[in-house]
């Protein structure tokens, strides 16, 4: 009995990410949509790799963002979600429906929050109830259920990121670091603008102590170089998948997308092309400003389709503000966000239609950090209502979304 409780006490940080992910999985799995999103992509780009070929041949007819060549049909996603659906497409064919495993991820991503958590703060309490803010108190419940291919694609980037992060703060390999940022590119390209966290979060590794000497002299190149190599090759693998898609190595998918020239006519966030300084005023809004909509019957207030504001789906959010600047964690966590959040204010349309503000995941593994160190060491009443504020709105937005159908509202 007692080296059974001693194994309990060695291990029991493991039994309560277990524990907070399967929590997770199952709140998703209850709250899942009556019916599943019919765009899975990936399960058919998946198939395709099994059998050698980088595109689709004859897809269903519901397949709308799609580049065709002749009768090839190509993604315009980056194909790392596709690459990890590649079992179970093997295994159970390109009918495979990949939501489940949406939530299985979800799930993951919640203990991981909590194995990051442990390294950063010494109170289980500050621990449970940050994995519950992330895992019921943002976006990511809602996108975790639906597990379309959006919102798949950044649960899958979000699983990488936030398995960067802790290997950050255990064992410190900048190779595997370099390979889970890139791997999170390879799912969501914006999120490859996070590696100053990573840079600054191993500057102990790379930048050796003053003692006199200049900076060149200070500087190890070598944990730099593998950092980068780890990310470079996935950088590399995304510019030979675009070249031997469409003979060039950037990402031109969405410039060749064929809906953009109708979307021009119509969206005043089209019509300065992929990329313009102008659309960021439509970001913020949908970021920080965008309210529910008001109806006159049942259920009388609803979620906006273009967005909601983070104030309102997750107010614990708040406190990053008094995380601080001047020390190194806040001052990586700001690095990795702040030119993450750019590249996406100045893309083309805010990510319509959505609960909440759907792009904002790619930097919340950030912004949660920022956010628990700007609570400090007590957790007080006003941190738990935030919080249990954050999980009501989640709630219903979930409830109303997936099981109310609250689009048939409008």
């Not at 001693?6 to 291990?11: M, V």
């Not at 659906?85 to 009918?95: F, N």
């Not at 390879?186 to 100053?196: A, D, E, K």
């Not at 990310?231 to 070249?243: H, Q, S, T, V």
Request: hydrophobic share 50%.
């Amino acid at each position: 009995m007692n080296i059974c409780t001693e194994i309990y006490k060695k291990y029991s940080y493991l039994v309560h990410a277990v524990l907070l992910g399967l929590a997770g999985y199952i709140v998703y799995f209850l709250t899942q949509p009556r019916q599943h999103d019919y765009f899975n992509y990936f399960s058919h780009l998946a198939d395709a790799f099994l059998h050698g070929r980088l595109y689709l041949i004859n897809p269903p007819s519901t397949f709308e963002e799609l580049i065709k060549a002749g009768n090839k049909y190509f993604l315009i996603y980056p194909p790392m979600p596709a690459v990890l659906l590649m079992p179970y497409v093997a295994i159970l064919g390109v009918s495979f429906d990949h939501v489940p495993v949406s939530f299985l991820m979800g799930g993951f991503n919640i203990a991981l929050v909590y194995l990051i958590m442990r390294k950063l703060t010494e109170k289980e309490e500050i621990r449970i109830w940050m994995s519950v803010l992330f895992g019921f108190g943002t976006i990511h419940w809602y996108l975790a259920t639906v597990g379309s291919v959006w919102y798949f694609a950044q649960i899958v980037a979000t699983l990488f990121l936030l398995s960067a992060v802790l290997v950050t703060f255990t064992i410190r390999k900048p190779f595997l670091i370099g390979l889970l940022v890139g791997a999170a590119y390879w799912s969501r390209l914006p999120t490859i603008l996070s590696l100053p966290f990573f840079v600054i979060m191993l500057s102990d590794i790379w930048l050796l102590p003053k003692n006199g000497a200049g900076i060149l002299r200070r500087v190890r190149l070598k944990p730099l170089l593998l950092l980068g190599a780890g990310a470079g090759i996935f950088i590399l693998l995304n510019f030979l998948y675009n070249y031997l898609r469409f003979g060039s190595v950037y990402d031109v998918a969405y410039v060749k997308q064929s809906i953009y020239p109708a979307k021009e006519q119509i969206s005043p966030w089209f019509n300065k092309g992929l990329f313009d300084l102008s659309y960021i005023p439509y970001h913020l809004r949908a970021l920080f400003l965008e309210p529910p909509v008001f109806i006159s019957s049942w259920p009388y207030v609803i979620p906006s389709k273009l967005g909601l504001s983070i104030l309102i789906t997750t107010p614990a959010f708040i406190f990053a503000l008094f995380a601080g600047i001047r020390n190194k964690l806040s001052l990586a966590c700001w690095s990795a966000i702040l030119p993450t959040a750019f590249l996406i204010f100045i893309k083309s349309g805010t990510g319509w239609t959505q609960f909440g503000y759907r792009y904002a995941l790619d930097f919340y593994p950030f912004l949660l950090i920022l956010t628990m160190r700007g609570i400090g060491r007590e957790l007080r009443w006003y941190h738990k209502a935030l919080i249990i504020a954050g999980v009501l709105v989640n709630l219903w937005g979930v409830l109303f979304i997936n099981k109310f159908e609250w689009f048939k509202a409008y």
